[in-house]
């Protein structure tokens, strides 16, 4: 029987605004979606994500439906080296507020199905973004 390891559950927001999809930059591990991990002692999950997505783009949103779910470990160099996070992305809903991006996203951009090609960096990411679009 394997042994238990510590791992991380993170949660990421693909917030929808018309037709559009908020997608974020982090400047070492490439594309990203506002959220991250459950932090020790947070129970409610609903509110983590939402405090998440305040504090890294200024956004208020409504939380909608899981779906998609990957894994990532972060590669060395990065604030988190080393931790294995367990991911799920949801479906949310913007409802007010303007993008202003805390120092862990470099860059933003409200893309379109078909808009967001030169985003691929090959990473699971890019795969939950690509999984949103077609909508599944």
């Not at 591990?29 to 939402?50: C, M, W």
Request: glycine share 12%; hydrophobic share 35%.
């Amino acid at each position: 029987m394997a042994e238990d390891k510590k791992f991380y559950v993170g949660q990421k927001a693909f917030i929808q605004k018309g037709s559009k999809v908020l997608i974020l930059r982090d400047p070492d591990l490439g594309l990203d979606f506002p959220g991250g991990k459950i932090q020790e002692g947070e129970t409610d999950f609903d509110e983590a994500l939402r405090r998440e997505v305040l504090e890294e783009t200024g956004l208020q949103i409504e939380i909608g439906e899981p779906f998609h779910r990957w894994f990532w470990k972060f590669g060395p160099g990065h604030r988190n080296a080393g931790k294995e996070v367990y991911l799920i992305g949801f479906r949310c809903s913007y409802l007010s507020g303007d993008v202003n991006l805390s120092d862990e996203h470099s860059e933003s951009k409200w893309a379109k199905k078909g808009d967001f090609v030169d985003w691929n960096d090959g990473s699971p990411y890019f795969e939950a973004l690509k999984v949103y679009f077609r909508g599944g």
